[in-house]
């Protein structure tokens, strides 16, 4: 079992940049797929980005991509999110998941097993 912790959210004005950071606590995080989702009131859960278990794979919604990059330390237990070129439809609370049973990279929340409580990012205009 692991518990992630989400940080980094924070309000940022149109055209900013954020990081968000992501630790895991538990053992063998190298083996867990890492991924990112947000959501807004009243809408599903999105699938914002995603990681392999090396860090050398990576795929992206189609809302951020060029926009944001994700990242992973595998001696820190440590996922990262930076988040550039803010617009303020990329305001959500952002959440952190990790798949522990696959070496295909999901994009569905149902895929992944373990979730952080969510940090918010609002961005103003």
């Known amino acids: 079992q692991v518990q992630l912790v989400e940080s980094g959210g924070g309000l940022v004005q149109a055209g900013g940049s954020l990081r968000l950071t992501c630790g895991a606590s538990?053992?063998?995080?190298?083996?867990?797929?890492m991924g990112w989702f947000r959501q807004t009131a009243g809408k599903e859960r999105e699938f914002v980005a995603a990681?392999?278990?090396?860090?050398?794979?990576?795929y992206y919604g189609d809302s951020v991509k060029g926009r944001f990059t994700i990242s992973r330390d595998n001696a820190k237990n440590t996922v990262y999110l930076e988040m550039n070129s803010l617009k303020p439809e990329d305001t959500a609370v952002y959440y952190c998941a990790a798949d522990p049973d696959t070496l295909q990279i999901g994009v569905h929340p149902i895929e992944y097993e373990y979730w952080g409580q969510g940090t918010q990012v609002t961005v103003s205009s």
């Open positions: 990681t392999s278990r090396n860090g050398g794979s990576t």
């Open positions: 538990g053992r063998n995080f190298r083996r867990y797929i």
